[in-house]
């Protein structure tokens, strides 16, 4: 006789943190005002055919000059939590050095307005505005970063930690690397095996060093995020099965196995080869700082196969028959968001985990009165919540979920042709519509998950 699974209680723990996810280039806009410093994402847009229909972040959602209005529209939608990113180069012009007053100040209004609103800031260092002053130096490249992002830090906990409970380094170093510096689709747009481990290399020290220097000035909580894509091999055959082995070591034990066990995966090597150094053992004990969390973006997983064409891994991702598939190509998958965590609580120990972003990029009809109805979107997040619920269920510390994105925004070398907002933006009048989505992740956030109803 088979038993039924048990359908679990929708409710999330008390004090579940509800939130919603930005980043600074994607929705600022005014990139150069006030003093701020070019970054390598003002500079890599600004170059013809680097990013879709070359579009660029100088107006984006104009969250600069709109930030009170946006936050009014946060606290509308019952957000208890917000995640957002700092422009480094709005605070540092030249990436070090002298502090520019009216970037912080931007930044330091912001956080007043959010919690007056009653809604926790979360804020991260980095989500890859590099200042295009510091890549002259090399940028990732250069040993020195480290040491440059943790003075760049610093100079923030100085300022808000007496406000700000949440803090993140890095987001997603991954993204950095593989799009920086392997395959060049993201900026500084480069393409070099030799590099690209010594890019996350130096991303990872940096790591360490922004965490080393909390600990002096800051007296709250901060962790690493990485973007998690679980990799399941396409067949049994070995050669796919190795595959998956190297497709998973790169894009998620490359950065969890250092920050958490002290040492890089062992197929780095088989990666790339003699592009990949033997690093010192010291600098591990500056990478593996005790975190006080660990942010899990989670959008896909990736079924893999072996393909002598895929650099660098020689493994690529196939495409089922018989699932659904976003906007950017990912496939909807959400059982494999709950595996993820309990992966990521089996092998790394049971930390407290944020899931720092989710969402998906749909097609979005406006209808003509202005409303969307983005029922895909609304169903992505009802079972992508019910797997994070699930997992919760299976005792995985889950204490927060932050949706990408609360606004349609700049979507990186997509430029504007991807909406992953829960409130779409009308770029040419900057009107923000609450999506159906916005509606029902408001009757999550109230109901504290209840409204999801019971989950199979
Ligand atoms: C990034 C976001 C991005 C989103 C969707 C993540 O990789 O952190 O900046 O917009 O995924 O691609």
Not at 30 to 46: K, Q, V, Y
Request: net charge negative; with cysteine; glycine share 8%.
């Amino acid at each position: 006789m088979t038993v039924p699974p048990r359908a679990i209680d929708p409710t999330f723990p008390t004090g579940f943190l509800w939130g919603a996810a930005t980043a600074a280039y994607q929705i600022e806009g005014s990139p150069l005002a006030d003093g701020a410093g070019m970054s390598i994402w003002h500079r890599f847009a600004h170059t013809p055919g680097r990013v879709n229909n070359d579009d660029t972040g100088d107006i984006a959602c104009d969250h600069y000059r709109r930030a009170p209005a946006d936050v009014a529209l946060m606290q509308s939608l019952g957000l208890k939590a917000y995640r957002f990113s700092i422009a480094w180069g709005r605070v540092l012009p030249e990436g070090r050095g002298r502090v520019n007053a009216a970037g912080l100040g931007f930044y330091e209004r912001l956080v007043d307005s959010l919690l007056a609103a009653g809604i926790e800031p979360m804020i991260t260092l980095y989500h890859w505005d590099l200042p295009a002053a510091l890549d002259d130096r090399g940028g990732w490249l250069n040993p020195d970063v480290s040491d440059w992002f943790a003075d760049y830090a610093s100079v923030l906990y100085r300022r808000l930690d007496d406000r700000v409970k949440r803090w993140v380094t890095l987001n997603e170093p991954w993204v950095v690397v593989d799009g920086g510096y392997v395959h060049g689709a993201l900026a500084p747009g480069h393409r070099n095996r030799f590099e690209a481990p010594i890019a996350t290399h130096n991303l990872m020290r940096a790591h360490g060093a922004a965490v080393m220097a909390y600990r002096a000035h800051g007296h709250h909580e901060i962790g690493l995020v990485v973007n998690l894509e679980p990799k399941y091999p396409a067949t049994s055959a070995p050669e796919d099965v190795a595959a998956t082995a190297r497709a998973d070591a790169y894009m998620n034990r490359q950065f969890l196995d250092p920050a958490f066990k002290g040492a890089y995966p062992r197929e780095m090597r088989e990666i790339y080869g003699e592009a990949w150094p033997d690093w010192p053992a010291r600098d591990f004990e500056l990478i593996r700082q005790p975190t006080d969390f660990l942010g899990i973006n989670y959008y896909t997983r990736g079924v893999t196969r072996a393909d002598a064409d895929a650099w660098p891994t020689l493994a690529s991702n196939v495409r089922l028959d018989n699932a659904a598939y976003t906007e950017t190509g990912w496939e909807v998958c959400p059982r494999a968001f709950s595996d993820v965590l309990r992966w990521v609580r089996d092998h790394y120990g049971n930390l407290p985990i944020y899931i720092t972003e989710n969402g998906a990029a749909m097609k979005d009809e406006v209808a003509v009165d202005g409303t969307v109805d983005d029922t895909t979107r609304v169903d992505y997040l009802r079972t992508h919540l019910g797997a994070v619920r699930a997992a919760i269920e299976a005792g995985v510390d889950v204490r927060g979920y932050f949706v990408w994105s609360l606004l349609d925004n700049l979507e990186w070398a997509h430029g504007y042709s991807k909406r992953f907002g829960i409130v779409r933006v009308d770029y040419p009048t900057q009107r923000r519509t609450p999506k159906a989505s916005a509606r029902f992740y408001a009757g999550v956030i109230a109901s504290n998950g209840a409204s999801l109803g019971r989950i199979p």
